[in-house]
């Protein structure tokens, strides 16, 4: 009976990895997202955006998780930096997100992946946006990212 938990246990654990899907890169998740997940942070951008994330989740006000929240928090007047992910489908959902942002003058990006978000964040399922208040634990990084983030939005709009 030892032999059978054994090999029952070790069957799940195959069962959680699935075969063949090996990690994307992120040229890969580019290709992913829907066309209009305009301004699409770079890769280097991408990973600092990840790290602030990881920095702000032990900040538990400080970091919204979830479209819901974040709309809430954005019309109660909340400010921040604010996160999309560009692979959402269908993308009706966050469609009205940036519009809402750039009235507000809130900072707002994309990044490839949803579930990168959430592990970035440290949970396992995926988080659609999520919307970063400024704090002294990462400000340094929070204010590099915002102006990066500000640069990139202003230049999505301007008529070339």
């Keep these: 009976m030892g032999k059978e938990r ?5 069957n799940e654990a195959d069962a959680d990895e699935k075969p ?3 990690e994307l890169s992120y040229e890969e998740k580019i290709q992913l997202v829907s066309p209009i997940s305009k301004p699409m942070a770079s890769r280097k951008l991408t990973k600092k955006l ?5 920095k702000a989740s032990k900040q538990k006000t400080f970091l ?21 992910a560009g692979d959402v ?26 579930q990168d978000i959430g592990a ?5 399922r995926g988080a659609v946006t999520v919307m970063i208040r400024d704090h002294a634990d990462y400000k340094e990084l929070y204010d590099e990212c915002s102006a990066e983030v500000s640069n990139l939005n202003s230049a999505a709009w301007t008529p070339s």
């Excluded at 054994?6 to 070790?10: C, D, I, V």
């Excluded at 993308?91 to 949803?114: A, F, K, N, Q």
Aim: glycine residues 10%.
């Design 6 to 10: 054994k090999s029952l246990q070790g």
């Design 20 to 22: 063949g899907e090996a």
């Design 50 to 54: 990840y790290k602030l994330i990881r």
């Design 64 to 84: 919204r998780n979830g479209l819901k929240d974040v709309q809430t928090k954005i019309r109660k007047g909340e400010t921040g930096l604010v996160i999309v």
């Design 89 to 114: 489908t269908p993308i009706d959902v966050v469609c009205h997100l940036p519009g809402v942002c750039e009235d507000l003058s809130i900072p707002y990006v994309y990044t490839p992946s949803r």
């Design 120 to 124: 970035a964040m440290g949970v396992k």
